[in-house]
């Protein structure tokens, strides 16, 4: 079975600072991993994904995330804050565990800026 | 191109009555699925179609939950009688077939049972 914890329900940050959101993953197979993001009001909005190519990926707004098998984890970071990424975000897990590829989400974490 | 859409956004209703949520997929996108989120806890996942058929439904809590998409097009998510703890924001998100295709998610609908 495949989960998802992300450490930390809400992260502040100044403006300007590095952005470091945690994940860790458990899956049985060879996972593909994805950082979606919520802003106010709004829907799910996907801001990056892994699926087995480079180990580091590049998102929408700045966001990157890395890959480490060995740590089971696809930490999220971005490497000035603005104001405007005030959002939730989610890491999720997918892999074919009970034969269909459906992402299992975490708890998420709040991204809070301040000035 | 029209998103994903779900209505109502919002719905207060009394426990024991019935609601429906509606949600409206990406033009062409054979898979749908249903998630909830119950506040300060994870996403998670209720069931998933492929066209019509009802691929996965191993997250739906119980009975009371029932989902249709007649046609493959839109799908409802039905709950009947609701209880307090079906309170929670219920997300609708579709995809195209293919391996690990993006899921577009609607704005959700947050429903509280007072």
């Known amino acids: 079975a495949q989960s998802v914890t992300q450490l930390g329900s809400h992260v502040s940050v100044s403006e300007g600072a590095l952005v470091l959101l945690r994940c860790n993953y458990s899956?049985?197979?060879?996972?593909?991993l994805f950082w979606y993001v919520q802003y106010p009001n709004q829907g799910l909005q996907l801001l990056l994904k892994?699926?087995?190519?480079?180990?580091l990926v590049k998102g929408i707004n700045g966001f990157e995330a890395e890959f480490k098998k060995s740590e089971t984890s696809f930490h999220l970071t971005k490497p000035s804050a603005h104001m405007s990424d005030a959002a939730e975000y989610f890491c999720?897990?997918?892999?074919?565990?009970?034969?269909?590829?459906?992402?299992?989400f975490g708890r998420g974490t709040s991204l809070i800026v301040h000035p | 191109e029209a998103g994903v859409t779900q209505f109502p956004s919002h719905s207060v209703i009394e426990k024991g009555q019935t609601v429906t949520l509606r949600c409206d997929p990406i033009?062409?996108?054979?898979?749908l699925y249903w998630y909830r989120r119950v506040m300060g806890k994870e996403i998670k996942f209720l069931l998933h179609?492929?066209?019509?058929?009802?691929?996965?439904e191993s997250g739906m809590p119980n009975n009371r939950f029932l989902a249709e998409r007649t046609g493959g097009t839109y799908s409802t998510l039905k709950v009947q009688p609701a209880e307090l703890e079906d309170s929670g924001v219920y997300f609708c998100?579709?995809?195209?077939?293919?391996?690990?295709?993006?899921?577009?998610f609607g704005q959700g609908t947050r429903l509280t049972v007072v």
């Open positions: 998100a579709s995809s195209q077939t293919g391996l690990h295709t993006e899921a577009f």
């Open positions: 179609f492929v066209k019509e058929s009802k691929q996965d």
């Open positions: 892994y699926t087995s190519a480079a180990t």
């Open positions: 999720a897990v997918s892999d074919k565990s009970g034969g269909s590829y459906i992402p299992t």
């Open positions: 033009s062409g996108h054979d898979n």
């Open positions: 899956s049985s197979v060879p996972p593909y």
